[in-house]
């Protein structure tokens, strides 16, 4: 009977107060507490949805309390340091210390395990170098009639609906403050994004948003009333995120208000609809073409494409296409699936997608081996927030790096996890103004432009340690890591490299590329026959 006891109490107390306020009035409050217990009580015997609740009557509502701050109680109490759920609070910090311009440095020791496994680090010089700016920066999209001179450290893409008015308007004072681009997002470019006049990489998705016909189809005069606007410097053509890679979306019409419906240019009042895939194009020569098209309507501005890798065959299929038919991107970004989103489904954001390390490999040897590297860029994009993570980075292959969560936890982001609620604590992912209000853009802007400063300020200072004067002089032989405790092996040796214009003589000795190139398709997205013959297989 001891499950019950809380509510006989509240029913005992309640008639005993009740007795006692009949006599003395100033009992009254205290019948009204316990009579109020002692009704939640009978609703949870008397509720059949809660099984917990019938049988602990008030006692369960103790557990739903405990469990709702349970993240809040292990992210500032139980949580480590380096604990990364999904950002540590020492990554978190770092960001805040730059944001604020505060001092960033760390006393009496690393609180990293240098004999763990995974552990990294690049390697030092003994004739250190000496670089005077750290403004590093990048041309994409030479050959263009208006080519780029990039940052190698932006603001990567998060729509204006998932962040608030006044985050975007921070965002972008920063960008411009700092001369790095700001990113749209597949939402298109809202009022907020034009107000302080920073760079924008325009993102066009399935949805068309800002460039859609009634039926949602791509509109070219639409497009090239936007694409044409001085602020934006670049067309990012997105096939899939890394949070959600092949994963549509709706937006409820009744979160389609006045400002998304004509930034997005969709009804105000109805469902917003981004489907799975693109309806412009349906093979990897039509995506090329597409692009080509958008590079030309936009008056030749870089146009490149963003995506997430997924099956290795539909990436051959595009590089084949690049090769067949000598339509190229300026630049393709790689997002990993390490990515963030405002709301994706649990298995996508845990078990969908290649993570980012893996996929900008794929992506530069495959352009490596076709001697097409230099002449497209690559941007890579996936839990960056230091300057080793874009030296790691651009080690890797990338020639710039985009961070969206780092730039959030600049604008103040605690990493509530409460982006979907529309509950943000901080105004920064959410629609609601009295929330967003309280977000002070001039503030936030200076925080979002010293964050992108005293970071590549901090690049710069691992550069000269380890001789080098620009991040593109980077290499894999430059990272080292840790694979047992007894092992540490450069990067160069963990991951194998295509030679150059390998893959225009042969198949590599390389497991992804012996398994599907000479499958791959520049026609179309299907799957290799061996591969449906495996799944054919199961019906046998």
């Not at 992506?363 to 993570?389: K, M, P």
Request: with cysteine; hydrophobic share 40%.
């Amino acid at each position: 009977m001891g499950r019950y006891l809380a509510y006989a109490t509240s029913l005992l107390l309640t008639l005993l107060t009740l007795a006692l306020a009949l006599r003395w009035p100033q009992w009254g409050w205290a019948t009204l507490v316990f009579g109020l217990l002692a009704l939640l009580g009978s609703w949870d015997l008397l509720q059949t949805r809660s099984t917990l609740r019938r049988n602990y009557p008030i006692l369960a509502h103790f557990r739903y309390g405990l469990e709702s701050v349970g993240p809040e109680i292990r992210q500032y109490f139980i949580e480590g340091d380096t604990a990364e759920v999904p950002f540590s609070r020492q990554q978190r910090s770092l960001v805040y210390q730059r944001a604020k311009g505060v001092m960033d440095v760390v006393p009496f020791g690393s609180q990293q395990d240098v004999y763990s496994v995974d552990y990294e680090w690049i390697n030092h010089s003994m004739a250190p170098a000496s670089i005077d700016s750290h403004d590093f920066r990048i041309v994409i999209g030479a050959a263009c009639a208006q080519p780029y001179s990039a940052s190698v450290f932006n603001i990567s893409a998060m729509s204006f609906g998932s962040l608030s008015a006044n985050a975007v308007r921070a965002l972008n004072e920063g960008a411009r403050r700092g001369n790095f681009y700001h990113d749209t997002g597949e939402g298109s470019i809202s009022p907020y994004h034009r107000e302080k006049g920073g760079d924008l990489v325009w993102e066009i998705g399935s949805g068309y948003f800002g460039c859609r016909d009634q039926h949602g189809g791509f509109n070219e005069e639409r497009f090239v009333e936007n694409a044409r606007s001085p602020q934006v410097r670049m067309i990012e053509l997105k096939l899939s995120q890394g949070a959600k890679p092949g994963h549509g979306g709706v937006l409820p019409a009744v979160k389609v208000s006045p400002e998304i419906a004509a930034t997005r240019g969709v009804p105000v009042g109805h469902d917003c609809v981004s489907p799975a895939s693109h309806s412009a194009f349906s093979t990897p020569v039509g995506l090329l073409q597409f692009v080509a098209r958008l590079r030309e309507l936009s008056g030749g501005k870089p146009t490149g494409f963003k995506l997430a890798i997924g099956h290795p065959w539909e990436w051959f299929g595009i590089a084949k296409a690049m090769r067949e038919t000598g339509l190229l991107p300026d630049f393709i970004v790689v997002d990993g699936a390490e990515g963030g989103t405002g709301a994706a489904p649990a298995e996508f954001i845990d078990h969908i997608g290649v993570p980012m390390h893996e996929a900008l490999l794929l992506v530069h040897n495959t352009l490596i081996g076709l001697g097409l590297r230099d002449r497209i860029r690559i941007g890579a994009a996936g839990r960056i927030t230091s300057a080793f993570d874009i030296a790691r980075t651009m080690a890797m292959g990338a020639d710039w790096c985009n961070a969206a969560r780092g730039f959030m936890f600049a604008l103040g982001c605690i990493q509530s996890m409460s982006c979907h609620t529309d509950r943000c604590p901080t105004g920064v992912a959410t629609q609601d103004p009295r929330r967003w209000r309280s977000l002070d853009v001039a503030d936030k802007s200076v925080r979002v432009q010293q964050f992108h400063d005293n970071t590549l300020k901090a690049l710069r200072d691992m550069l000269c340690a380890a001789g080098l004067e620009h991040p593109q002089q980077l290499g894999p032989e430059h990272i080292l890591r840790r694979v047992s405790p007894i092992e540490v092996r450069s990067l160069a040796s963990i991951y194998k490299f295509v030679e150059p214009g390998e893959l225009l003589d042969g198949v590599p000795a390389h497991a992804v590329f012996r398994d599907f190139w000479a499958d791959a398709r520049s026609d179309s997205f299907a799957a290799p026959r061996k591969v449906n013959a495996l799944c054919d297989s199961k019906d046998r």
